[in-house]
């Protein structure tokens, strides 16, 4: 049984690195999307319908930018230990943006 609602709830890292891009801007947002599609273009992911992805459009936060949207469906069908290595990277990333903007 799945103990958890989302599907990035189950490992923290993913949790957080999900979370520190749901609160930060637009712009900041699409240029991580940029970086987890560069990083997960050759991963091999699990197979999603047209159906499938777009069936919650609008409905999440990530929704409202389709490059957004892309990135965390490929985010989300990467391979377990490979999710888990992006969103570390991602999390660097952030903080690299951060520093930048400061």
């Known amino acids: 049984m799945n103990m958890f609602k989302r599907w990035y709830d189950a490992d923290i890292a993913v949790s957080h690195a999900i979370s520190e891009l ?10 991580c999307a940029e970086f987890i599609i560069d990083l997960l273009k050759d ?49 660097d990333y952030l903080k690299e943006l951060t520093t930048e903007e400061s």
């Not at 749901?22 to 240029?31: A, C, F, G, L, P």
């Not at 377990?80 to 290595?85: F, H």
């Open 43 to 91: 991963v091999e992911l699990e197979q999603l319908s047209l159906e499938e992805q777009y069936n919650y459009i609008l409905r999440r936060w990530y929704d409202k930018n389709v490059k957004v949207s892309h990135a965390i469906e490929y985010l989300r069908l990467a391979p377990k230990d490979i999710r888990r290595e992006t969103a570390l990277k991602v999390l």
């Open 22 to 31: 749901e609160q930060s801007t637009e712009d900041v947002q699409v240029r």
